[in-house]
């Protein structure tokens, strides 16, 4: 199994930043890829932003310029950086994880408990 432990989320006025981060750990796997979803009240989860392993990214429409992803390999830490929030920011982000495990080499998916994020205006 691999886990993911997410940080960083809270509280903040429209116009702040949060960074939020997501460690993966377990044993034998090989991280793919790495990303955030979110999931606001009453609405289905949506991608924010995913980068590969070797620093690919690709974001929502609606976080473009706005967000910022990055992952740190040697600490199988991803971090989302987010400037200029706003009040239809507030959700749930949760992060996800695509890698390799075992002897055959499939691919598993797997997603941390969530942090909540709430702007307020």
């Known amino acids: 199994q691999v886990q993911l432990v997410e940080s960083g989320g809270g509280l903040v006025q429209a116009g702040g930043s949060l960074r939020l981060s997501c460690v993966a750990s377990?044993?034998?796997?090989?991280?793919?890829?790495m990303g955030w979803y979110r999931q606001a009240p009453g609405k289905e989860r949506e991608l924010v932003a995913t980068?590969?392993?070797?620093?690919?990214?690709n974001y929502a429409d609606s976080v473009k310029g706005q967000f910022t992803i990055s992952l740190d390999n040697a600490k199988n830490t991803v971090y989302l950086q987010k400037n200029s929030l706003k009040p239809e920011d507030t959700a749930v982000y949760y992060c996800?994880?695509?890698?390799?495990?075992?002897?055959?080499?499939?691919?598993?998916?797997?997603w941390g408990q969530g942090t909540q994020v709430t702007v307020t205006s």
């Open positions: 996800n994880c695509n890698a390799v495990r075992g002897s055959y080499g499939l691919s598993y998916n797997y």
């Open positions: 377990g044993s034998m796997f090989r991280i793919n890829f």
């Open positions: 980068i590969t392993i070797d620093g690919r990214t």
